[in-house]
């Protein structure tokens, strides 16, 4: 609360801040997660950014660049940076980069020429929130113990796993997004709906459960897709009125001796 003058942030992510009072509040650089009153928002725009110099952390600046090998910019990632690893990422073997904040953002995630076989290494009860579309690739390693969100508000989004294992639940929860997935998916825990598309897209699902818990509007779409859930909570929707299940002629098998559907 401000009676007057002018208060301004730059370079933020802004999340539930409720700005009162006649002073003019601005945040530039600068993203909107929702939820925000008051304030005036100019956005950073779209970025793309290459990761280089080898293993590291998420958050370190000296490890991204606005071109492939290029010089650091010394900024992390925002909710619309594309962030890319390439053949120019790791000139060696056993390298790791790993998110060890409570909240990393990006938009896209591309693995795609990575070489040198790196190590993804997101921490147990570290979240890793994507704005856009993720993939991975057959040729990297995967220490996933933290939460993976995905978070965008339009569709046309694509996740490709390539294999990777997922430890932790898995979010899916974008007003108005829309996520197709391009290769099976697996984790230990469960996937979770809770706002806007999944279209599973005939692939296999091997999780623990399946969990919509909310009452917003979300949709799966199933289509051939296998489900194999191994927990005691299969499946659980509820605020039902709000979910659409487009079944097509998918199978769910439960291999837990107490399976409940709810």
Not at 189 to 203: M, Y
């Amino acid at each position: 609360n401000r009676a007057s003058g002018t208060v301004t942030v730059s370079y933020v992510v802004m999340n539930d801040i409720h700005a009162t009072g006649a002073a003019i509040f601005s945040a530039t650089n600068s993203t909107d997660l929702g939820n925000n009153n008051g304030w005036n928002f100019t956005s950073a725009g779209i970025r793309d950014l290459y990761w280089v110099g080898n293993g590291g952390s998420w958050t370190d600046g000296n490890h991204w660049a606005l071109s492939r090998g290029g010089a650091t910019v010394v900024c992390a990632p925002g909710p619309f940076d594309n962030v890319h690893f390439d053949a120019n990422s790791f000139s060696q073997t056993g390298q790791v980069v790993s998110i060890t904040v409570n909240n990393a953002f990006c938009r896209d995630i591309e693995w795609t020429g990575a070489t040198n076989t790196p190590t993804f290494s997101l921490n147990d009860l570290k979240k890793l929130r994507v704005f856009g579309s993720l993939r991975f690739i057959a040729a990297m390693n995967s220490n996933l113990d933290g939460l993976l969100s995905f978070e965008a508000n339009a569709v046309g989004k694509t996740i490709a796993t390539a294999g990777q294992n997922f430890k932790a639940s898995t979010f899916f929860n974008g007003n108005g997004g829309g996520w197709t997935l391009q290769d099976n998916f697996n984790t230990d825990s469960s996937l979770v709906l809770e706002r806007g598309t999944l279209n599973t897209n005939g692939r296999t699902i091997n999780a623990f459960g399946f969990l919509s818990p909310q009452s917003a509007q979300r949709t799966l779409t199933m289509g051939s897709s296998v489900f194999n859930l191994s927990g005691e909570t299969a499946w659980s929707v509820t605020g039902a009125s709000g979910f659409t299940l487009n079944s097509g002629t998918s199978v769910i098998n439960c291999s837990n001796d107490y399976a409940v559907f709810s």
